[in-house]
Nanobody, 126 residues
Framework: QVQLVESGGALVQAGGSLRLSCAAS????????LGWFRQAPGKEREFVAA????????YYGDSVKGRFTISRDNAKNTAYLQMDSLKPEDTAVYYC???????????????????WGQGTQVTVSS
């Protein structure tokens, strides 16, 4: 079992920045790859970013490329999502997720992720 706890969500003005954290715990949590998804009201859950546990390779959704940065501190078993140049359309609940494999086309697929956090709200005002 892997437990994921997100933090850092807040209300921020457009153009501002925010950093989300995802703390993973559990006996096997350190072996998992971590990713971020988001879901706005009335919309499907959307892939945001992911990072490989072993290689450090990062992946991003098209809507956040160049603005968001995912990173990971393996010693703390924590992933971060630095969000810059925020836009009102970034408003959503952000979820952290853990996957055993994210290579190839699997990194942005919800079904690749076996464990999910409860989510943290990010609201960007115009």
């Amino acid at each position: 079992q892997v437990q994921l706890v997100e933090s850092g969500g807040a209300l921020v003005q457009a153009g501002g920045s925010l950093r989300l954290s995802c703390a993973a715990s559990g006996r096997t949590s350190s072996s998992y790859n971590l990713g971020w998804f988001r879901q706005a009201p009335g919309k499907e859950r959307e892939f945001v970013a992911a990072i490989s546990r072993s290689t450090g390779n990062t992946y991003y959704g098209d809507s956040v490329k160049g603005r968001f940065t995912i990173s990971r501190d393996n010693a703390k078993n924590t992933a971060y999502l630095q969000m810059d140049s925020l836009k009102p359309e970034d408003t959503a609940v952000y979820y952290c997720a853990a996957a055993s494999y994210i290579g190839g086309r699997y990194y942005n697929t919800k079904s690749s992720y076996a464990y999910w956090g409860q989510g943290t709200q990010v609201t960007v005002s115009s």
